[in-house]
């Protein structure tokens, strides 16, 4: 791993990203890019309704008073995500972090984030924004949309920091869930850290056969591994292996349905990373 790419707001969260981002960085020898973006409610101010009776002089007056309303709201913006990035950088050179940039765009979220991290090898995200702080079962408005989007490994970041020395795959047997595997025993992140591969269903022949190859890629990687299947449903199995074995990191596939389909009948991915209090790292 050479690069992280961290996205911040003003939400607590951030303080979280950039303390995962150090943790990762630190082990895996990684620069960080920070990338704070000002979408378009962040630098204009709300529509007007000019409709009815308004003579011509007064709504000339009104439509330059929102554009000088627009400009400082804007440049206060930009002060502000300076300052967001500048406390960010220094949190993670004070935690040791020398290669550290950050970067301030306007726009869209996702395009910014798809053109600034074609070169990084993980993506950082804190699970809440600002809006979302205090609302323990909502998540960020623009969290599935990043997930959905990019398309490197994400780590979606909880709201305290604690090292990572147990880690929980939720594995299917799919193609996103080997991707995390041989990313977890290929990678320098996770070395010394016990793995838990969990099934969660009805055994067969062929998912012991997937689950026990799994198991064997990371063992001989060098990894302690504790699998098993489990019947259930996996959000309330997952949730309450990670609660009971005190697990530190959940790692599963993201989003296996579209979003039609996720609306009908939900998510194990969102559900995943609403309830559980640790942070979830997602393979596409």
């Not at 400009?71 to 935690?95: H, N």
């Not at 064997?216 to 309450?240: C, F, H, S």
């Amino acid at each position: 791993m050479t690069r992280l790419l961290a996205l911040i707001d003003g939400s607590v969260y951030s303080q979280s990203v950039c303390d995962h981002a150090a943790w990762v960085a630190e082990r895996t020898q990684a620069s960080v890019d920070l990338l704070h973006v000002l979408g378009r409610r962040n630098i204009s101010s709300a529509p007007a309704d000019l409709s009815g009776s308004i003579n011509a002089d007064a709504k000339e007056h009104l439509l330059e008073e929102l554009a000088n309303l627009d400009q400082q709201q804007a440049k206060l913006s930009q002060q502000r995500g300076r300052i967001l990035l500048d406390e960010a950088k220094a949190r993670l050179t004070a935690a040791g972090i020398a290669d550290v940039t950050g970067k301030l765009r306007h726009g869209d979220l996702i395009e910014n984030l798809l053109d600034c991290e074609s070169d990084a090898d993980l993506v950082m995200i804190g699970k809440r924004g600002e809006g979302a702080d205090f609302a323990r079962l909502h998540l960020g408005s623009n969290l599935e949309r990043v997930v959905r989007a990019s398309k490197k490994p994400i780590m979606v970041t909880s709201r305290a920091f604690k090292p990572v020395n147990s880690l929980l795959i939720a594995f299917d047997g799919g193609e996103s869930a080997m991707k995390a595997v041989r990313h977890i025993a290929h990678g320098t992140l996770f070395p010394g850290t016990v793995c838990h591969l969990l099934t969660v269903g009805t055994r067969n022949d062929e998912s012991d056969r997937n689950l026990d190859n799994a198991a064997g890629i990371l063992r001989k990687a060098g990894y302690e591994v504790e699998a098993g299947t489990r019947p259930g449903q996996p959000d309330k199995v997952i949730a309450n292996k990670i609660e009971i074995e005190k697990i530190d990191l959940l790692v599963m596939g993201a989003y296996g349905h579209s979003r039609i389909r996720s609306l009908i009948i939900g998510s194990t991915t969102s559900e995943m990373i609403r309830s559980c209090l640790v942070p979830v790292m997602l393979f596409r």
